[in-house]
């Protein structure tokens, strides 16, 4: 994978020949050939329908597990061993969220290496981030996420957020994002008792040509991070989504007329900053990203 120039919007190389113009990470270009277009109308007509009933179906059936299990829970339960109960809440909505991408064509999710434990690394950083379809990595681990505050009212979708105990962004609270921060530092340097923080460094959405510049937030901490990488290796990417490109229902229709959609998620060894990155958030990120473009 290449890494941005220092414009967000160029990818360059290590070559320095002349060559086509770099593609932007902004863009995204679907071209569906005549056949392609043929089986699109065929699915839409038969197989989307029965898939996207059976995952709101899922999605539904998860919101009462994750209503009764968030009622009464406070930080001081949070950061006590999980119950009984609670660990088969999670295994149910763990189950229930499979069937959901199931439904959705991901038929099997091709995992690599080991996710580190809490204690070995508080911070899991995602990368390249291109659709809501990587929520999949956060359903599968339940690890808590960086959300923007209004995304608790969404109906349904909302409850099942708060039940990852997100860090919330408010738009409307100026000092938000030094409270967002201070936030994750707590939870990162709080030896594991609370659950892992999944972070998309690069905060916006690209079309997964390079690696655009990390925002250092992540890596204030300066605690050790485990790098994750997503790849979605299918011959027709109806996954991106970015700014310039089909739109999130076209997205979510065109990937449900698939017959079968590829994920691969990897989870690429601990990386324990020096000394120097501890103290500079900026170097441990550009570091970091190096890593997860090679």
């Known amino acids: 994978m290449k890494l941005s120039g220092r414009?967000?919007?160029?990818?360059?190389?290590?070559?320095?020949e002349r060559g086509p113009p770099p593609r932007s990470p902004f863009v995204h270009q679907l071209r569906l050939s005549p056949l392609e277009k043929a089986k699109i109308a065929f699915m839409t007509l038969t197989l989307f329908p029965i898939r996207l009933f059976f995952a709101a179906f899922m999605m539904l059936l998860a919101w009462p597990f994750a209503f009764i299990a968030s009622m009464g829970s406070d930080e001081q339960e949070l950061e006590k061993p999980l119950s009984w109960w609670r660990?088969?809440?999670?295994?149910?909505?763990?189950?229930?969220?499979?069937?959901?991408?199931?439904?959705?064509?991901?038929?099997?999710?091709?995992?690599?290496?080991?996710r580190a434990l809490p204690a070995e690394a508080a911070i899991l950083t995602v990368a390249p981030h291109s659709s809501y379809f990587d929520a999949i990595p956060v359903t599968m681990t339940f690890a808590s996420i960086v959300m923007k505050a209004e995304s608790k009212d969404i109906p349904v979708w909302g409850t099942l957020i708060k039940y990852i105990r997100p860090v919330f962004v408010s738009r409307s609270d100026q000092d938000s994002r030094r409270k967002t921060v201070e936030e994750i530092k707590r939870r990162a340097q709080s030896d594991g008792k609370w659950p892992q923080i999944m972070?998309?460094?690069?905060?916006t959405c690209t079309n997964r040509s390079c690696l655009i510049t990390f925002k250092p937030g992540a890596f204030i901490p300066g605690v050790p991070v485990q790098p994750v990488v997503l790849r979605y290796p299918n011959k027709l990417d109806t996954i991106t989504w970015t700014w310039q490109g089909p739109g999130a229902l076209e997205i979510l229709w065109l990937t449900l007329c698939q017959l079968h959609n590829s994920v691969e998620i990897e989870f690429l060894p601990v990386y324990i900053p020096s000394e120097e990155e501890r103290k500079n958030p900026v170097l441990y990120a550009n570091n970091v990203r190096r890593v997860m473009a090679e």
């Open 7 to 16: 414009g967000r919007g160029c990818c360059v190389a290590g070559s320095r």
């Open 87 to 114: 660990k088969i809440v999670d295994i149910l909505l763990k189950a229930i969220m499979r069937m959901m991408w199931l439904a959705g064509g991901f038929h099997w999710i091709n995992v690599k290496g080991r």
């Open 199 to 203: 972070i998309f460094p690069e905060g």
